[in-house]
């Protein structure tokens, strides 16, 4: 049987009614093998978990992103909550390996399937709810998704940083933004590049990345916070 102790560890919280957990980890194709199991299948705590984590990602975008348009928000938080990205997140802490499930789904691959993972990520998501608050289930979710979030919002095209610096230099300074190639370093295979932008001939940014597109972005991006720092200061 799962170690639901194990589990409640590997995810940082403790469980005031560990029987929300362990519902959570109950494929449906369990329950069709042994109907007689006091607990039912997770699905209706998936139903719930999708609802929470929309949630918690949406106020975590809102919060910490204040110039980010709708659809900008909306975009992000598709890529977070996303069945892809649950599952990856859900293989990382080997989820898969405390479910509940028939005999037949688990020799079909089950405990490693993307929909079966991300489902029962929700499902435990929801089981955290429900025992712990909205509180509880934020810092889990939090944790879960640090790297995905780290990933997404500092190195992903999901924010224009470089559409958004040009909006800023031209309506400023009615000037555009030049990008300019510092370094190049490292085997073909593993290249390393740092690049600086200019605003009205002022660096303002310096960044680096294993392309050049990649470096860009990341010095747009900290153009942008020094820029927005100068104006509102």
Do not use: C
Request: glycine share 8%; proline share 3%; no cysteine.
């Amino acid at each position: 049987m799962p170690d639901i102790a194990k589990l409640q560890e590997t995810l940082g919280v403790s469980f005031e009614r560990p029987s929300l957990l362990e519902q959570a980890l109950i494929h449906s194709s369990y329950i069709n093998e042994n109907p007689a199991h006091a607990l039912g299948h997770n699905e209706r705590l998936e139903f719930l978990g999708d609802a929470v984590l929309d949630f918690i990602v949406a106020d975590k975008l809102y919060q910490e992103f204040p110039d980010l348009s709708e659809g900008e928000m909306t975009r992000l938080r598709a890529v977070l909550v996303r069945r892809d990205t649950l599952a990856r997140v859900a293989r990382n802490i080997r989820l898969g390996d405390f479910l509940y499930m028939g005999k037949g789904e688990e020799s079909s691959g089950g405990r490693n399937k993307t929909p079966n993972l991300a489902g029962a990520l929700e499902a435990v998501i929801a089981a955290v709810f429900l025992d712990g608050g909205i509180a509880a289930a934020a810092g889990m979710i939090n944790g879960l998704l640090a790297d995905e979030w780290e990933k997404l919002t500092r190195h992903d095209a999901g924010i224009d940083y470089k559409s958004k610096l040009q909006e800023l230099a031209q309506s400023k300074y009615q000037v555009t933004p030049v990008y300019r190639l510092v370094s190049e370093t490292g085997p073909d295979h593993d290249k390393s590049f740092m690049v600086e932008v200019m605003v009205n001939s002022k660096v303002l940014g310096g960044g680096t990345g294993k392309s050049k597109k990649l470096a860009e972005t990341e010095a747009a991006r900290l153009a942008l916070e020094r820029l927005t720092a100068d104006f509102t200061e």
